[in-house]
């Protein structure tokens, strides 16, 4: 087994698998949590480069699973552990479920491709956008964004996202609008107006684009994202069914909203929530997009 960016922890002789993927153990016959699961740490920066790029290339094959392709539109980026002020994207034109690590592309902040895969065009819209978010926040490890059906018909409707939902918590007081659509972006101006817009916060809604998710790993970027899509469809059909019944939803209090943020809002919550979309892919690809 790879040590560097399989999904699944390693099993050992003595552990039932189920308990071992879980990280469970088993007492008097009962299954007791050992530890929740949490991101690896490196000593080596060359090898957690390596990691991240593994984990990268699953999570567009996660998002190419979820229809999230629209064409050659969509990017996920990370920064470099190795140097900071560079970032791993995928290259122009090259479909989200066929993507490999080898095929992810190194970028500089001047727009410059420095290494990666054979292939080394550069979707503009990608870097105008995610050089100025990892410029703007440092906090951020990934950044995600893609023109998925059900966000970007939210989108066009230029409003927040309502809490109606126990999921919706999730992005309370933390989700942006970017109230404005000047076309693709191709400059870095518009990239910096995204990031600015986006403050400090963990996701925007791009009017009349599509879905922007940040997070401190690429698990929580990725769930967050996912998550955010199914919100906007939820939304959209509770507001069908109650506009049809000359009613509105039901919103959660504020109260309640910021109670429940607190367990599934928080960066942890996203990175242990994205856990099983990364477990499937490995499974289902027999760690193919590590290559």
């Known amino acids: 087994m790879s040590s560097t960016a399989t999904a699944t922890e390693t099993q050992t002789a003595t552990k039932p698998a189920s308990a071992a993927r879980d990280n469970l153990t088993i007492t008097s016959g009962k299954p007791e949590f050992k530890a929740f699961p949490k991101p690896p740490v490196f000593e080596d920066k ?22 999230y392709d629209e064409g050659v539109a969509g990017h996920i980026t990370i920064r470099d552990p190795v140097d900071a002020t560079t970032f791993w994207v ?10 490999k690590a080898s095929d992810l592309i190194h970028v500089d902040h001047e727009g410059n491709v420095i290494g990666g895969g054979e292939v080394r065009l550069l979707n503009t819209a990608a870097y105008a956008i995610h050089s100025a978010i990892h410029t703007a926040r440092p906090d951020v490890m990934c950044a995600a964004h893609s023109h998925s059906i059900y966000g970007r018909s939210f989108c066009a409707l230029g409003k927040p996202l309502d809490i ?11 989700l942006a609008v970017y109230k404005q659509f000047n076309g693709i972006v191709l400059a870095a101006e518009e990239g910096k107006n995204i990031a600015s817009a986006l403050g400090n916060k963990k996701a925007a809604l791009l009017q009349n684009h599509g879905l922007l998710t940040v997070g401190k790993t690429i698990e929580e970027a990725v769930f967050w994202f ?16 109650a506009i049809g019944k000359g009613g509105e939803t039901i ?11 607190k367990s599934v809002g928080t960066p942890f919550a996203g ?21």
Do not use: W
Not at 46 to 56: F, S, V
Not at 164 to 174: E, G, L, P, R, V
Not at 251 to 261: S, W
Not at 277 to 282: K, M
């Open 251 to 261: 919103k959660i209090p504020d109260e309640d909203a910021a109670f429940t943020y």
């Open 90 to 99: 995928n290259p122009f034109g090259v479909a989200f479920s066929l993507i």
């Open 164 to 174: 109606i939902t126990q999921d919706s918590c999730a992005f309370y007081n933390d």
């Open 271 to 291: 990175y242990f929530s994205a856990k099983p979309l990364f477990d499937v892919i490995h499974k289902e690809t027999n760690g193919d997009y590590l290559q």
């Open 226 to 241: 996912v998550s955010l899509e199914k919100c906007c469809h939820a939304q959209l059909m509770a507001d069908a069914a």
């Open 46 to 67: 060359y090898k957690e480069r390596e990691y991240l790029k593994g984990r990268l290339a699953a999570a567009f094959r996660i998002f190419g699973k979820n229809g």
